[in-house]
C-alpha cells in the first residue's frame, strides 16, 4: 500500500525539450489510460458527512467517477472518440453509403450508447457545493439538460437510414452530429496539461499538431465532397476531374483507389492552408473558389493561434505552466519531508481549486490603487459584514475599516480551517458555503455542535479573549470565506474604542448559552472591564497633560470622565487639581513681583 501512495505522488523529471526520447513520453500518455486504486479511507477526515460515501451507492448502481473500472471504460471511449471524430468527415465525403465490408464500424456505435446509458448511473461533483451528488433523479435531469440530445443523436444508424430513406442527402448531413465526441479529446488533453509527470511542452506540440491535422483532414474531406456532388456529366470541371499528374489523369477518379484520391485531397488541403500554392491543384469552379476563399481565411486565424501558442510556450508565462511549477515544488516538498497521504490529497485538490477559480480577488487587483480597492471592498462585503453578529450595532467607519482588510479564501470538503486548542489568528466569515463546528473529547470522539451558514463567523472567541480555539471548524461543502487577521482586526479597535465595547457585548450576547458559556462569560467580562479601566486611565492621564485633543477623543469614544481610577481619582478632580495648582502659582508669581 505504502508503494502504491509513493508511487501515486512520485515527481518524474521530464525536461522540457524536445530532445527527449519520444518513446518514454508516449509511455506518460499510455500510463494515463492504467487505473489506479484510491482507498476511500486514507483521508484524515474520511468521517465528515460531506464526503462519506451514501451505504447504499452500491446497491443503487452509482457509479463513482474515480472508481477503477469506470476509468478502463472511460478511456476505452475516448479511444473511440478519436476513431469517430476522423472517421465521420471521411464517411461523409468519400462514401454514399458504407459499403458492405465497412459495415461492422457501425457496430462502434454501440459502445457510445452504453456510455450514453453509464452516464444515467454516474456521479457527479456539484459545480455549487462540490459535494459528490449520487441521487440517481438529480444525475439523469443533469444528463438530459446537458449533453443528452447530442449523444444520442449521434448513436443513431445514420447510414441505415440513408439507405431506407431512398438514399436522402439530407439525412448525410447528420452524421456530423457525431463530432460533438470530440470534446473527449479536448478534455483529455486539458487533463494532460495538468499532469505534471509530462512534459507541458510536449503535450501543448501534441494537442497543436493534432488541431492542425484534424483541419486539413476535415478541409480535405470537403474539397473531395464538392467534386463529386456535381452531375457525372460535369465531373470534369472539378479540381480533381481536371487534374493531371504526371502521366495519371483524374478524369475518371471514383475508378482509381480510395486511398490515392484521399492522399490527393490532404495535398491540396494542406498547401492551401499554407498558401504555398504549387499551381499544379486549384480550384475550378465557382463553389470550389469560394470554399477555397473561405478556407485560406480560416487558415490565417488558425496559423495565428498555432505561432500564438508556440511563443507563449518559449516564453513559459501561461497559467498552467504557473500550477505545473508550484505544483511540482510542492511534490518535491512533501516527498522531502515525506508527508501522508492525506495531506498531499488536501495539498493538490487546494492548489487544483485555486488554478480553477483563480483563486482569490486580491490578485486580480493588486495593480488598482488603494482608495479604488477600498471603494470596491466597500460595494462588495459592507452589507454582509453589516449583518455578521459580531459587528452589530458598530459604526458605519469601523465598518468600512474591517472591509477594507478582508480577503477572500475558498475551502474545498472536508478541509480543517481552524483546529480545536490551537492559537487562532485569523477570523473567518462565511459568505458561501456550509461549515460544521465539532468538538473532540479527551477519548477523541467527535460532536457536531452546530452548523454554519452565511453570515456566521468563526475564530471570534478565540482571537477576541485571546484563549485557544474552543472547537474544530470543518467545511461540509465547497465555500467562500473573508478572513480578516488578528493584527488588522487589533489595530482597528484600538482606535475605534466605543465599537471594541460593542463587539465584546455581541460576543458575550451571542456565546452566553454555549455550554462553555460560564467561562466565556467570564473571560469577556474581565476584558470588559480591563478596556474600562484602560480607558479611565487614559482619560486621567489626558486630562494631567492637559491635552484636550485626546480627551475629546475619549470622551467621543464613550470613556467617562466621571468614573475613578485605582486610586479614586477621576479626570474631573485631575482637571480642578490642575486648575487649583496653577491658581496658586499665579498668586506666588504675583506676590514675588
Known amino acids: 500500500m505504502d508503494r502504491e501512495m509513493a508511487a501515486e505522488y512520485e515527481l518524474n523529471e521530464i525536461d522540457d525539450t524536445l530532445h527527449g526520447s519520444v518513446g518514454s513520453r508516449l509511455s506518460l500518455f499510455a500510463r494515463e489510460f492504467k487505473s489506479r486504486t484510491r482507498s476511500s479511507s486514507s483521508s484524515s477526515w474520511h468521517g465528515s458527512s460531506a464526503l462519506r460515501l451514501p451505504k447504499n451507492l452500491y446497491d443503487s448502481f452509482v457509479i463513482h467517477p474515480n472508481g477503477r473500472w469506470y476509468r478502463i471504460w472511460a478511456n476505452m471511449v475516448f479511444l473511440w472518440s478519436i ?82 430513406t431512398g438514399r436522402m442527402e ?41 488541431v492542425e491535422l484534424y483541419c486539413t483532414h476535415t478541409a480535405a474531406c470537403v474539397f473531395y465532397y464538392l467534386a463529386t456532388t456535381l452531375p457525372p456529366a460535369r465531373e470534369g470541371s472539378t479540381w480533381i476531374g481536371s487534374l493531371t499528374l504526371g502521366d495519371t489523369k483524374y478524369i475518371n477518379f471514383r475508378e482509381i ?46 496559423g495565428a493561434y498555432l505561432i500564438g501558442n508556440m511563443t507563449a510556450l518559449i516564453v513559459k508565462g501561461s497559467k498552467t505552466e504557473r500550477f505545473r511549477d508550484k505544483m511540482t515544488d510542492l511534490i518535491r516538498y512533501m516527498n ?32 488598482i490603487p488603494v482608495a479604488v480597492r477600498s471603494k470596491m471592498s466597500q460595494t462588495l462585503y459592507l452589507d454582509m ?12 467607519d469601523f465598518l468600512s475599516q474591517i472591509v477594507v482588510k478582508l480577503h477572500e479564501e475558498f475551502f474545498l470538503p472536508g478541509e480543517v480551517i481552524l483546529e480545536q486548542g490551537t492559537v487562532v489568528d485569523q477570523i473567518y466569515i462565511v459568505a458561501h458555503g456550509c ?54 482586526l487589533t489595530n482597528i479597535l484600538q482606535i475605534y474604542f466605543k465599537d471594541n465595547s460593542q463587539i465584546l457585548s455581541n460576543l458575550l450576547e451571542g456565546k452566553g448559552a454555549e455550554s462553555k458559556g460560564k467561562q466565556l462569560e467570564s473571560d469577556i467580562t474581565y476584558l470588559l472591564a480591563k478596556q474600562e479601566s484602560e480607558l479611565v486611565l487614559g482619560v486621567n492621564n489626558a486630562a494631567y497633560h492637559g491635552d484636550m485633543f485626546r480627551l475629546k477623543g475619549l470622551i467621543g469614544a464613550g470613556a467617562d470622565p466621571s468614573k475613578s481610577d485605582y486610586d479614586g481619582r477621576t479626570a474631573l478632580v485631575r482637571e480642578f487639581s490642575l486648575l487649583t495648582i496653577s491658581r496658586i502659582k499665579l498668586q506666588e508669581l504675583a506676590l514675588t513681583t
Request: aromatic letters at 14%; proline letters at 2%; charged letters at 25%.
Open 83 to 164: 476513431y469517430s471524430t476522423f472517421f465521420t468527415p471521411f464517411e461523409f465525403s468519400f462514401f454514399r453509403g458504407l459499403p458492405e465490408q465497412l459495415l461492422d464500424l457501425e457496430c462502434v456505435q454501440l459502445v457510445f450508447l452504453a456510455d450514453v446509458a453509464v452516464h444515467f448511473f454516474l456521479a457527479y461533483r456539484d459545480a455549487h457545493t462540490y459535494r459528490m451528488v449520487y441521487d440517481k433523479r438529480r444525475i439523469a435531469l443533469r444528463y438530459i439538460k446537458g449533453s443528452f440530445a447530442l449523444d444520442m443523436l449521434g448513436c443513431f444508424p445514420w447510414d441505415a437510414i440513408y439507405k431506407v
Open 170 to 210: 439530407v439525412v448525410r448531413y447528420l452524421v456530423w452530429l457525431r463530432l460533438y465526441r470530440g470534446r473527449k479529446i479536448m478534455a483529455f488533453f486539458k487533463k494532460m496539461e495538468k499532469d505534471i509527470r509530462i512534459s507541458y511542452l510536449f503535450t501543448r506540440i501534441v494537442k497543436l499538431i493534432t
Open 257 to 302: 483507389d480510395l486511398l490515392t484520391r484521399y492522399i490527393t485531397s490532404l495535398y491540396l488541403a494542406i498547401v492551401t492552408m499554407a498558401t504555398v500554392g504549387y499551381g499544379d491543384i486549384h480550384a475550378v469552379n465557382t463553389r470550389e473558389m469560394v470554399f477555397t476563399v473561405v478556407y485560406i481565411s480560416f487558415s490565417i486565424l488558425l
Open 336 to 367: 522531502r519531508n515525506k508527508l501522508g497521504s492525506d495531506i498531499r490529497s488536501q495539498v493538490k485538490e487546494h492548489l487544483m481549486l485555486q488554478y480553477e477559480s483563480s483563486y482569490t480577488r486580491d490578485r486580480v487587483v493588486d495593480d
Open 385 to 396: 459584514v453589516s449583518k455578521v453578529r459580531l459587528f452589530r450595532g458598530c459604526s458605519d
Open 435 to 488: 461549515l460544521e463546528e465539532v468538538a473532540t473529547g479527551e477519548d477523541g470522539s467527535e460532536e457536531i455542535i452546530s452548523e454554519l451558514r452565511p453570515y456566521d463567523i468563526v475564530g471570534d472567541v478565540a482571537v477576541t479573549c485571546s484563549v485557544p480555539q474552543p472547537c474544530t471548524v470543518r467545511v461540509c461543502e465547497l465555500c467562500s470565506l473573508l478572513r480578516i487577521d488578528k493584527q488588522s
